[in-house]
């Protein structure tokens, strides 16, 4: 069965360092989602694409994090720098159209600790 | 916009007693609901989803949902679970003319004893 891929699993980074996300969707799925997961909380959408344009980033704090799906395939998402507060499960989903009746399915998820 | 709450952090259930954990939601225009599970450092999975039609709306795993609009409800539940369903699950809605940007509650963490 095919599944979303992300990378690294776990990461440990300092503040003020700069980290970077890998995911790579099911395959014929335009749409991407980056999602943030703090500890206890459901997850928040940070970026949304739709091939390779963005159709909401409307909560991704822009002064430090940015996203792209250059080819419209696999995406990155980047901090920098990190703060302690971006301590999180960032997890990226993938849907085969960006409507609410499309499944996402989500990937294991890459979990941040910054010290 | 939309919002989810879960009125449960926690339920501990004995195994092969049943469970319901409870979801409301608020909206000013048409949704979709869903319910997801999340097993420890795994990413989210999704257990149902109501679209329309009937208000009792079946998923995998024996789980079980029933839509409510005038008490804008969509509970969760399984007549008998397992050690297995021990994990975290999440209720989640969207509008129905968005681009399927997802609305979680907070969760509910679900501990299962034998």
């Known amino acids: 069965e095919a599944e979303v891929a992300q990378s690294p699993r776990y990461k440990i980074t300092e503040k003020s360092q700069a980290v970077a996300f890998w995911c790579d969707p099911i395959s014929g799925h335009a749409t991407l989602y980056w999602y943030r997961q703090i500890l206890g909380q459901g997850p928040e959408l940070l970026v949304q694409f739709q091939d390779e344009s963005v159709v909401d980033d409307s909560q991704l704090p822009k002064d430090r994090f940015s996203a792209e799906r250059l080819k419209g395939v696999d995406s990155t998402l980047k901090i920098q720098p990190a703060e302690l507060g971006d301590s999180a499960m960032y997890l990226c989903a993938s849907s085969f159209l960006g409507t609410s009746t499309y499944e996402q399915y989500f990937g294991p998820g890459t979990r941040l600790t910054v010290t | 916009a939309q919002s989810v709450t879960q009125l449960d952090s926690q339920v501990p259930v004995f195994e092969e007693a049943p469970v319901e954990l409870r979801c409301n939601y608020s909206?000013?225009?048409?949704?979709?609901l869903f319910w997801y599970v999340q097993y420890p450092n795994q990413g989210l999975q999704l257990l149902l989803k109501?679209?329309?039609?009937?208000?009792l709306v079946k998923g995998i795993n024996g789980f079980e949902a029933v839509f409510n609009k005038s008490q804008t409800s969509f509970h969760l539940r399984k007549p008998s679970v397992h050690i297995s369903d021990t994990a975290e699950y999440f209720c989640a809605v969207t509008a129905t003319d968005s681009w399927g940007k997802l609305q979680f509650g907070a969760g509910t963490q679900v501990v299962v004893t034998p």
């Open positions: 109501y679209l329309s039609g009937s208000t």
């Open positions: 909206s000013s225009v048409s949704v979709y």
